[in-house]
C-alpha cells in the first residue's frame, strides 16, 4: 500500500483526499516508479482546488512533474535501481501524475535523472525548466550566437523566463529581460543574469508591421500582442523561441518580419517532447544551471502540506518553488 493525493469530482466540485492504494490500481505502463519528489505549481494548485479545469478525467492523481527510483520495467532502457525524471506528457491531467508514492508510466516519458542534480533540484528545474532549455537550445540551433547582440526574454520573472534568462547569461549572451513588477523583480533578474530590464509596458503597445530592429533574438513566454511587438523588433536573421499563450492563442502580425528580415518564429512545446531531445535538455541543464540557481526560494512540503499549499499558491500567497518529498 502507498500515499497518494486523489482527486475527485462530486457534483461538478472538486474534492481532494489523501488515499492509500495498492499498485493494482495504478494505471498501465511499462515501469513502476518509487516517488522521491514531485512539484506543486500553479497549474497543479488549479486542479487540486479545482478553480482551474486541469484534470480531464476523475479519479486523477495530479502533479506534472516527478522523480524517483525505478522499482520494475518492461524496458531495456532502464533497469530497478535506476533514476528518472519526468515532466510533460499529460500527468496529472490525463494520466496519474507525480503526488503518490508510486506512479506506472510509460518509458518513453521518462529520461534518466542526469549526473549533476538530485531528484529535489530536478523538480526545482521542472517543466518551466525543461521548457527554457528547449528555447534556449533552439535559439541556438537557429544560429543565433552571443556576439550578434541582445537576446529578449519575456515573461522573465516566471518560471520559464527566469531559467532563460540563467541559461543564456550562462552561455554568454547578453539578455534584457522584461517584467510588469521591475521595482519587485528587477534585482533578482540581475542577479539570474539580465544586463538591463524591460518594463513590460513598452511591449504591450500595438505593433507596426516591422519597427527598429532591437533583439537578435527572444524567448517569449506571453504570446499575442507581446509576441506581435517582438517578431517587428527581431533583427535580420534573427529568431524567436516562444513557448507561452498566457497572452491568448491569437497573432496580430503580418508576413513582413518573416519576409523582409527572415525572422523565425520556433515553437516549443515541453509536453510532447521527443525522448532524445529532452535527455539532452536534461544533460545541459545539469551542466550549465550554477549551484547559485539551487539557493533560491524553495519551500519542502510532505503530501499532508499540499492541499493548503495548492490553496496558498492559487491566492498568490506562495513564491519560489514548492517541491513534494513523498
Given at each position: 500500500?502507498?500515499?497518494?493525493?486523489?482527486?475527485?469530482?462530486?457534483?461538478?466540485?472538486?474534492?481532494?483526499?489523501?488515499?492509500?492504494?495498492?499498485?493494482?490500481?495504478l494505471p498501465e505502463g511499462d515501469?513502476?516508479?518509487?516517488?522521491?519528489?514531485?512539484?506543486?505549481?500553479?497549474?497543479?494548485?488549479?486542479?487540486?482546488?479545482?478553480?482551474?479545469?486541469?484534470?480531464?478525467?476523475?479519479?486523477?492523481?495530479?502533479?506534472?512533474?516527478?522523480?524517483?527510483?525505478?522499482l520494475e520495467s518492461a524496458d531495456?532502457?532502464?533497469?530497478?535501481?535506476?533514476?528518472?525524471?519526468?515532466?510533460?506528457?499529460?500527468?496529472?491531467?490525463?494520466?496519474?501524475?507525480?503526488?503518490?508514492?508510486?506512479?506506472?508510466?510509460?518509458?518513453?516519458?521518462?529520461?534518466?535523472?542526469?549526473?549533476?542534480?538530485?531528484?529535489?533540484?530536478?523538480?526545482?528545474?521542472?517543466?518551466?525548466?525543461?521548457?527554457?532549455?528547449?528555447?534556449?537550445?533552439?535559439?541556438?540551433?537557429?544560429?543565433?550566437?552571443?556576439?550578434?547582440?541582445?537576446?529578449?526574454?519575456?515573461?522573465?520573472?516566471?518560471?520559464?523566463?527566469?531559467?532563460?534568462?540563467?541559461?543564456?547569461?550562462?552561455?554568454?549572451?547578453?539578455?534584457?529581460?522584461?517584467?510588469?513588477?521591475?521595482?519587485?523583480?528587477?534585482?533578482?533578474?540581475?542577479?539570474?543574469?539580465?544586463?538591463?530590464?524591460?518594463?513590460?509596458?513598452?511591449?504591450?503597445?500595438?505593433?507596426?508591421?516591422?519597427?527598429?530592429?532591437?533583439?537578435?533574438?527572444?524567448?517569449?513566454?506571453?504570446?499575442?500582442?507581446?509576441?506581435?511587438?517582438?517578431?517587428?523588433?527581431?533583427?535580420?536573421?534573427?529568431?524567436?523561441?516562444?513557448?507561452?499563450?498566457?497572452?491568448?492563442?491569437?497573432?496580430?502580425?503580418?508576413?513582413?518580419?518573416?519576409?523582409?528580415?527572415?525572422?523565425?518564429?520556433?515553437?516549443?512545446?515541453?509536453?510532447?517532447?521527443?525522448?532524445?531531445?529532452?535527455?539532452?535538455?536534461?544533460?545541459?541543464?545539469?551542466?550549465?544551471?550554477?549551484?547559485?540557481?539551487?539557493?533560491?526560494?524553495?519551500?519542502?512540503?510532505?503530501?499532508?502540506?499540499?492541499?493548503?499549499?495548492?490553496?496558498?499558491?492559487?491566492?498568490?500567497?506562495?513564491?519560489?518553488?514548492?517541491?513534494?518529498?513523498?
Amino acid at each position: 500500500m502507498f500515499k497518494a493525493l486523489v482527486l475527485n469530482q462530486e457534483e461538478k466540485k472538486t474534492i481532494a483526499t489523501i488515499e492509500q492504494l495498492d499498485e493494482s490500481q495504478l494505471p498501465e505502463g511499462d515501469v513502476l516508479i518509487d516517488v522521491d519528489y514531485s512539484s506543486l505549481n500553479y497549474k497543479d494548485g488549479l486542479a487540486i482546488t479545482g478553480k482551474g479545469k486541469i484534470a480531464r478525467h476523475f479519479p486523477m492523481v495530479p502533479g506534472i512533474d516527478l522523480t524517483g527510483t525505478v522499482l520494475e520495467s518492461a524496458d531495456e532502457r532502464y533497469q530497478a535501481g535506476d533514476k528518472v525524471v519526468l515532466t510533460g506528457w499529460g500527468v496529472g491531467e490525463g494520466h496519474w501524475g507525480g503526488m503518490s508514492e508510486r506512479a506506472r508510466l510509460k518509458a518513453d516519458w521518462l529520461v534518466p535523472l542526469p549526473q549533476g542534480i538530485d531528484g529535489k533540484q530536478s523538480m526545482m528545474i521542472g517543466t518551466a525548466g525543461i521548457t527554457a532549455m528547449l528555447c534556449v537550445q533552439a535559439l541556438v540551433d537557429a544560429g543565433v550566437k552571443p556576439e550578434a547582440g541582445e537576446i529578449l526574454v519575456t515573461g522573465a520573472s516566471g518560471g520559464v523566463g527566469s531559467v532563460a534568462v540563467t541559461l543564456l547569461s550562462q552561455l554568454g549572451y547578453t539578455v534584457a529581460a522584461v517584467t510588469g513588477r521591475a521595482s519587485e523583480n528587477g534585482e533578482l533578474l540581475k542577479a539570474l543574469g539580465a544586463s538591463r530590464i524591460v518594463e513590460r509596458s513598452e511591449l504591450e503597445e500595438p505593433a507596426r508591421p516591422l519597427e527598429k530592429q532591437l533583439w537578435a533574438g527572444a524567448v517569449d513566454t506571453v504570446g499575442s500582442k507581446v509576441l506581435a511587438k517582438v517578431l517587428a523588433q527581431i533583427d535580420y536573421d534573427g529568431a524567436v523561441a516562444a513557448c507561452g499563450l498566457a497572452g491568448g492563442f491569437d497573432l496580430p502580425t503580418t508576413v513582413m518580419p518573416f519576409i523582409l528580415r527572415n525572422v523565425k518564429l520556433l515553437g516549443i512545446d515541453s509536453v510532447m517532447c521527443p525522448y532524445e531531445k529532452r535527455q539532452k535538455a536534461w544533460q545541459r541543464l545539469a551542466e550549465l544551471l550554477p549551484a547559485s540557481y539551487f539557493e533560491q526560494a524553495c519551500r519542502e512540503v510532505n503530501l499532508e502540506q499540499v492541499i493548503e499549499c495548492a490553496d496558498a499558491i492559487t491566492n498568490g500567497q506562495i513564491t519560489g518553488r514548492v517541491v513534494i518529498k513523498l
